[in-house]
């Protein structure tokens, strides 16, 4: 199956700063959308992008389907934006109407 | 427009008994997706249901199991349950057309004492 990697892991970052995290995966996809996984555990859609570049605010992303890879641009962060930020693809040739998440970047900003 | 309902928010039980969780979907999404998510193996994919049909299945034991209503509401049953069970359950919905992804509840969290 698909395989999904994010980078980095983890990020501390003083609040203001910018930053950018990145999910590859193994094989072409019909659905990539980044999600934020607040501290109460809900998983919130930051942005549907199987492909080019959009923007919602501070936050911007790219995926380069033929690549494989797609990044999320956080600018001048805010503690709110700290938590978890996940990756998710999905395949529609297999058939599994699924979602593969990465493992995720856990994010802290710090005051 | 309300969003993806899940209940109950929390739940303890113990070892051996049985747990219901319910899910409402967007109204108007007909696909309603469940997946389990520990500090262990991450967000795993249990299963999807489209029209009262379940479409797909993950990689879990047959305890673990779910139906769809008529009005797209999903509940999944976990059955004898073990501790390694305690996780956040989280459901998503889907319209299943292109351009539209999966949009999720705020889960229930489960503890298997």
């Known amino acids: 199956g698909i395989q999904v990697e994010q980078s980095p892991p983890d990020l501390i970052l003083q609040e203001g700063a910018n930053s950018t995290l990145r999910c590859n995966f193994s094989?072409?996809?019909?659905?990539l959308q980044w999600f934020h996984q607040n501290p109460w555990g809900q998983l919130i859609n930051l942005f549907y992008i199987p492909s080019g570049t959009k923007q919602n605010g501070r936050l911007s992303a790219t995926t380069v389907a033929t690549e494989r890879y797609s990044l999320l641009y956080i600018s001048s962060s805010q503690t709110t934006d700290s938590g978890v930020y996940f990756c998710a693809v999905e395949n529609y040739g297999g058939a599994t109407n699924k979602l593969i998440f990465g493992t995720g970047t856990l994010l802290a900003v710090q005051p | 427009k309300a969003g993806v309902t899940q209940t109950p928010r929390y739940l303890i039980k113990t070892r051996g008994q049985q747990v219901t969780l319910s899910c409402s979907p967007i109204s108007g999404h007909r696909s309603v997706s469940w997946y389990q998510q520990t500090p262990g193996q991450g967000l795993q994919f249990l299963f999807e249901?489209?029209?009262?049909?379940?479409?797909n299945k993950g990689n879990f034991p047959g305890r673990f199991s779910g139906r769809q209503f008529s009005n797209s509401r999903s509940e999944m049953n976990v059955s004898t349950l073990e501790l390694g069970d305690s996780a956040l359950y989280l459901c998503a919905s889907s319209l299943q057309s292109r351009g539209y992804g999966y949009t999720f509840g705020s889960g229930t969290r489960l503890t298997v004492v």
């Open positions: 249901y489209f029209s009262e049909t379940q479409r």
């Open positions: 094989d072409s996809v019909n659905n």
